[in-house]
């Protein structure tokens, strides 16, 4: 029998993980984070993922943050936790988060080293056994996926999605139709940094559903680029790739590890007290930060001069 497939239906939630100034996490200011998300309607929460740090998590702390966020989704949304490194750290993480009450898992790639497709398979497959959760494969680093180990993973019932990071178009195109001879209507989705700024590309070779770390930081934004992108209103969606996501792109990439750090910042200009980000990542200088904030600015008055209103935020 073929797991059923989370329903996403709106933009993808990748929270942001929060520390306190002692460096531990901070589950209630997640618990604030997540809900003051929740009435913008994401599609789906995914917590102890790539925005949230989960290379810097341990175990314990990666279960506790899903716990948290499962507790306050209430059944709202799916919430899709990050499992993935080690295997064994990863069969960890799938267990843990099934008992969370998790929804199902993003495979993050394995840790440091990268197999065969044999190998790479029989990894994912290890990991899908050790709960009765769907898993989605994360397509980047270590975890090289072919459309041929496409093929084969479409025949375990589990394996119900497929995420890009790598932005080859080519290798993803060949992957979705090599998913759709096999019969199984898995999820595609875009996860590049910044993935609204690609995502025209992706939905012309059928990957229609793209993560948003922006939503964690301004959803005033991202949920009127999900609503033009959705719509087919182009002049939007334009405009707000023109206007906004352009210019905190060319910000990102001052830096590696920017598509977290800006938008723990973000947070931070923003009122919410998320604490910095734990090595090897760096939070961005004072400078970096004044732009950064202007870039908010912008484009929270781009928003309102866009209707951001009539999203209606539930």
Wanted: hydrophobic share 45%.
């Amino acid at each position: 029998m073929t797991t059923p497939a989370p329903a996403f239906d709106g933009v993808l939630f990748f929270p942001v993980t929060p520390f306190d100034a002692s460096g531990a996490v901070d589950l209630d200011v997640l618990a604030d984070h997540v809900d003051s998300r929740l009435r913008w309607g994401p599609g789906g929460v995914f917590p102890a993922c790539g925005t949230g740090e989960f290379h810097a998590l341990a175990g314990r702390e990666a279960i506790d943050v899903v716990r948290a966020t499962v507790d306050v989704v209430g059944g709202r949304v799916p919430v899709i936790a990050g499992a993935g490194g080690p295997l064994g750290h990863a069969i960890e993480l799938a267990r843990g988060a099934a008992e969370a009450g998790a929804d199902g898992l993003l495979l993050l790639p394995p840790y440091l080293v990268a197999g065969t497709t044999d190998g790479l398979v029989a990894w994912v497959e290890a990991v899908a056994a050790a709960s009765d959760l769907p898993v989605i494969v994360y397509h980047r680093g270590t975890a090289r996926y072919t459309a041929d180990a496409i093929t084969r993973l479409a025949a375990n019932p589990k394996v119900v999605g497929f995420k890009d990071g790598t932005g080859d178009i080519g290798l993803a195109q060949e992957i979705v139709l090599a998913a759709e001879a096999t019969g199984r209507d898995l999820q595609f989705f875009n996860g590049l940094l910044t993935a609204e700024l690609s995502q025209g590309a992706y939905r012309g070779i059928g990957i229609p559903l793209y993560s948003s770390a922006a939503f964690a930081m301004i959803p005033e934004v991202a949920a009127l680029h999900h609503r033009a992108y959705t719509e087919g209103d182009e002049a939007t969606r334009m405009t707000l790739l023109r206007e906004f996501y352009t210019p905190l792109v060319r910000l990102r990439d001052e830096a590696p590890g920017f598509g977290v750090s800006l938008i723990k910042a973000g947070l931070r200009l923003r009122g919410l007290d998320v604490g910095s980000v734990r090595p090897p990542l760096v939070d961005p200088t004072p400078d970096q930060e004044a732009r950064l904030g202007a870039v908010l600015d912008a484009g929270l008055a781009l928003a309102e001069r866009l209707g951001t209103a009539a999203t209606a935020p539930r």
